[in-house]
């Protein structure tokens, strides 16, 4: 049941790909940016995780709950620092500033703690069982109920709480979110910060589950978190999540078809092919543009 | 008249600029490492400058140029090392295959506007180089190695064709109709012009020339590998064109010499120059998003000087 053994290693994948894919649909969708530097907010979470881990000798939910709140932090004060002046910019300024962010952490991280990469400490027992014929660890369980339970509090927060519908009201209509007395600017530090808190939990789970980090490996997963993001629907929170599993299934059966090389171009021919037949994605509605 | 005395004033001075670097080279005051670094300065104003008819004249948003300048270094490096053919078809083969890719790319991808055709050039670029890494003709992953063939010369002459060439577009009906569509899209739609031809069009002229400094960086540095042309690529030729001005080729012209030299005394510290790279990007498009020079080109200002009102020429 080979089968089954890639089945849930891609579903693994694609629950990392999904959490940061929803950092990334939760701001396009409140302020049309694409945060290039939320696959770095990414990498520094799994760093923090990393070194509370070793350092402190945390366990791994102690350890999560440190880095998601590190990185909800961090991501707000890039969101004050780097893109509020440029709410009203034209959209190239910001996506070019969200360049500049995402090298600027990248080699800043390199340069304060150097290239090298790090092993992540082991955390859970090795140990698995046999289901359907295929071995599943405990590991993998584990991180798919974390990014589950994840999931299920961001939907929580987003319909059932008071941000979360300031959240919707924000991204549906700026303007009018204000005048109905929406704080606008704190809602959007808001959606920074869980979007960012989310990208710290996929850092730790990432870490965990790949056991080796360095501060480059936020570039690719942030890229194809994003792919999964329009896969999805750009803007729409359950499309991120069956964008994120859908491509993390189907990079995994690439590799497993014996093409691991073409594994990272996969995500590209799929981006590609989604921009130019259906832009608006699996959920997606598709809107008419107006002068 | 006036536009012919400017060209020739243009040729003059490049036909200096030639000469003295040519002179200092030949007679030997200057090393292996300056000559290196003015080759190096041509090849990435040919860079800065078909990226700025791309983003700076159509304004199409493409951060996958680095993918175009691979094709021109894989395919003129083919050409030299594999079929023995001399360098200047090897330039040549390379800015033709680029353009080619340039129109396979640009066809669908620029039907999508602004972060979508962003992200797919990206993505673009990204597959050729993934392309190039699984093909073992050309090396794979370990990179092909090619024979120094670069001169000064070849890269002066390349570069002067280069800004000729896309000044002449700009100025031409097609470059005010390519600017035009920078400006507004849906309003030249409306005015009639074929806004998808001019896109194309455009980006295949710049993926040409992407494709040219690719066959003169190839042959610039004896080995080429796949891991060369990645994103970081893109950005450093983004980062000319920004700094310079979306829509100033004076400003990205200047950029990238600036930036070349500021990069070469850096060699040794990576981190340090990403560093200030990703400052530079931040804190331009902070406080000066135009880039340093907007729109206007250096002969504007001396007309600015002459006549108090200003030129009348912007957009160039």
Redesign the interface.
Known sequence: MEWVQQLINGISLGSIYALIALGYTMVYGIIKLINFAHGDVFMVGSFIGFYSITVFNLGFFPALIISMAACALFGVIIERIAYKRLRNATRIAALITAIGVSLLIEYGVIYIRGAQPEAYPDVFSNRSFAFLGAQISIQSILILSVSVVLMILLQFIVHKTKTGKAMRAVSHDTEAAKLMGINVDNTISATFAIGSALAGAAGVIFGVYYTKIDPLMGVIPGVKAFVAAVLGGIGIIPGAMVGGLVLGVVETVVSALGFSLWRDAAAFVILILILIFRPSGIFGKNTREKV | MKKSKQFWLFIIAAVLVYAVVQFFIANGTMNQFYSNTFIFIAINIILAVSLHLV?GITGQ?S?GHAGFLAVGAYISAIVTMKLDLPFIVAIIVGGMVAALAGLIVGI??L??K???L???T???A??IR??F??IDYVGGAAGMQVSHLTTWTYAFVCLVITIIVIVNFTNSRHGIAAISVRENE?ASDAMGINTTYYKVAAFAIGSFFAGVAGALYSHNFYIIQPSQFG?LKS?DI?IFV?LGG?GSLSGAVLSAILLTVVSTYLQGYP??R??I??????LV??YR?KGLMGTMEITDYFKLWRTPKGGDQHGK
């Open positions: 983003i948003f951060i669908p991808s039907r999508l602004g972060d979508y962003a992200i797919a990206l993505g673009f990204e597959i993934i392309v890494l699984n849906i994103f950005f983004l920004v979306l981190e340090t990403m560093i790279y990703s400052l530079v990007l931040i498009m902070l998003p």
